[in-house]
């Protein structure tokens, strides 16, 4: 058994597993694998296609003559074994009659399954299927309309079968949609694959850049994970399909996307593409391109799955009236209509409106009505009589039964049900909207407060870029400082190592003058006056020079000639050899001479016979010094270097920690940025919703005001009588 699936697993590099690969009898133990041949490059070595966690090897097995996918682990992916279990029992329950097509390759998960050097790793064995990438299939075919149209619908079916299924792939790219030649779909790469038993971990990648949502982080792991990158690949292929000179014009060749990229997602004010796809006369186009800009900044899980195919020629609108518009507007939350039916049904948010009075003014009577109906006949009979009569026109007079008719009709006409309905359902629409407030200007607000974040954002993102870069130019500053200090110091000390030659020279050559005046003063401490004493030089004028310290040659340098002022004549005076002049009585300048000749003459002597070398041990003791010297300066120019190592891991180390620091603060304000982005969006999804029932409100309060004015007082007199 290999070394557990540890977070401190090492795993070996691509490279390392070609070269395991050579020797497929060696290296693999299971029995379809052993002895497989591998697919070569032309320099005889296993072909690998590497990615970010693997490198995958095409094998042809000895014994079933079988193609395999073969891939090989080079990083440590947490919880691997029990994610490819997972995903493996997930796909072997599908049932391939009910999938819309062949999408799915077996795979087997193989634990210690390979051995490179000491150490067994897994491995992960695919079938091999004859297929091109969605990408090269579109450079070969996008000019075919009714192909690409097909091709759209297959893959929204593709994504029909997974979400039915509760699974997701986690990175739907061109590079992972594989095209047969039936132009079905094959799916491939399952490493960041969802299925329910997985519920609770986290991602282990995040899909490549190209096809996915800004806000995708490693927390969104769920049945929503393909939703944004299945939107992009979509309208990608409808709009191809609409118009194929769009690959020409917003795809590069081999490039890593089909025709926007991760800088339109992120930036959409700012994208050409986009512009291009919105701005197209196509509404297929155009409003798939809008959906998708609309969904790069709302969270995964409030994404709509793709659900039927967009038709290629939309019926138009049937006419509705004022009340009823808003509402079918509300029913795909603000989308535009012809994608109605592309949508999955969205819940109502909405409160109800309040009802409004029955069209038509005043239904049936009550027993008000019919009084009040009596009373005004009855009431003009009095007044004619009592005006007949002679009854004083003054109040109350004859019009007292018309002012008590009409009050008595007033009483009933404001007790109608239609009326009192239509005042309270008009003060409730009334107090909704108040407490609903102006969707404009809420718009407004969120307009402002988003403008102000993208160029705080815009900041924060051109600024930590030039943090890192500043981190970088110290870093190399100290470095350079380091290495100019090193340099120095070390020139310093090779300038002392080169000199030590030259060095030993010197020493040599000083101990052996040392020496020989060594033994040239012994030699004249040897040669005593009294013994052989120079000519002229007698018995008592050797005591008087020894009682002055002068007994040998070695006693004496010269002499010195003085002037005797008292007779006129020239005297001398003795310098001894630790310089002091000594006047001794009887040797005059002549017999100075006499001793210095005799001194000379010995002095000459004994340097002719001075020693000419020194000896062995004399030698070594000089060279033993030089060598300690040359020993101490070569210690101190590996402390040098050594200096200049500390200062290069400290520069380093600083560097690290900098960078640490950077990228957890960068982290955080990612997520703080991840998070009010989100926030935007859930306050863009309800701006939304609020507009439509602010729309709704209106135009119930303004019908429900028109009908209020229809129960007028006049309007109840006719009901009275004539029954509408």
Known sequence: ?????????????????????????????????????????????????????????????????????????????????????????RLARLVPAELSQPWKLGFEYLPDAIRVGNDLYPVLKMDWTEAVTLSSWLDAHHTDRHAVGRLADRFEALTRDLSAHEIAHGDLQHGNLLVAGDD??????????????????????????????????????????????????????????????????????????????????????????????????DRVVSGLADQVRSLAFQPLDLLPP?????????????????????????????????????????????????????????????????VAAVLWPIAVLAALLMFVAGVPTTLPGPAAPLVLAAAVTAFTWRRRAERVRSRADLAAL????????????AAAKLHKEKAAFDAAEADRHAAHPRARSELTARYHAALKEAEKRKVREQREVDKKIDGLAEDLRKTLAKALADKQSAYVRDQLARRLIAQSPPHGIGPRLADRLAAHGIRSAADFTGYRPVQNSAYHSTGAVLIRSNGH??????????????????????????????????????????????????????????????????????????????????????????????????????????????RSLHTRLSAAAENTRARHHELSYARYLRFLYAGR
């Open 184 to 281: 079905t779909f094959r799916l491939v790469d399952y490493d960041g694959m969802y299925v329910p038993a997985l519920a609770g971990l986290g991602g282990t990648e995040r899909g490549h850049r190209n096809y996915q949502s800004p806000l995708r982080g490693n927390d969104d792991f769920g049945t929503a994970l393909d939703r944004f990158s299945a939107w992009v690949i979509f309208m990608s292929l409808k709009a191809i399909a609409a118009d194929p000179a769009l690959w020409g014009q917003l795809h590069t060749p081999s490039g890593e996307f089909l025709l926007l990229t991760e800088e339109d997602f992120t930036n959409p004010a700012g994208s050409t593409g986009l512009r291009t796809l919105l701005a197209h006369p």
């Open 1 to 89: 058994m290999g070394p557990p699936l540890g977070p401190q697993r090492q795993f070996p590099s691509g490279a390392a597993y070609a070269e395991a690969l050579q020797h497929t009898l060696l290296c693999f133990r299971h029995p379809e694998l052993k002895g497989a041949r591998p697919e070569l490059t032309k320099l005889g070595m296993p072909r690998a296609i590497s990615g970010a966690f693997a490198s995958v090897f095409s094998l042809t097995s000895a014994t079933t003559g079988q193609r395999y996918a073969v891939k090989c682990f080079t990083r440590h992916v947490p919880d691997q074994e029990r994610r490819y279990e997972a995903i493996s029992s």
């Open 306 to 370: 793709l659900a039927r195919a967009v038709p290629e020629q939309p019926a138009p609108a049937p006419t509705t009236t004022a009340s009823a518009a808003p509402a079918a507007a509300s029913g795909t939350g603000g989308l535009p209509g012809w994608m109605s039916g592309h949508l999955a049904e969205q819940p109502a948010s909405a409160p109800a409106t309040p009802g409004t009075a029955p069209p038509g003014g005043f239904r049936t009577r009550t027993a008000l009505d019919v």
């Open 430 to 441: 009334t107090d909704q909207l108040h407490q609903l407030g102006d969707p404009s200007k």
């Open 581 to 690: 002049s000594v006047n001794v009585h009887g040797i005059g300048e002549a017999k100075a001479l006499a001793l210095v000749t005799w001194r000379n003459e010995a002095a000459a002597t004994a340097a002719a016979r001075r020693p000419t070398a020194l000896s062995r041990l004399e030698r070594q003791s000089a060279e033993q010094e030089i060598a300690l010297r040359r020993t101490q300066l070569t210690n101190r120019r590996k402390a040098v270097e050594a200096d200049a190592d500390a200062s290069r891991a400290q520069a380093k180390k600083r560097l690290e920690e900098e960078q640490e620091r950077l990228a957890r603060e960068n982290s955080t304000a990612e997520d703080r940025a991840r998070r009010k982005r989100q926030e935007f969006s859930r306050r863009t999804v309800q701006l939304q919703q609020n």
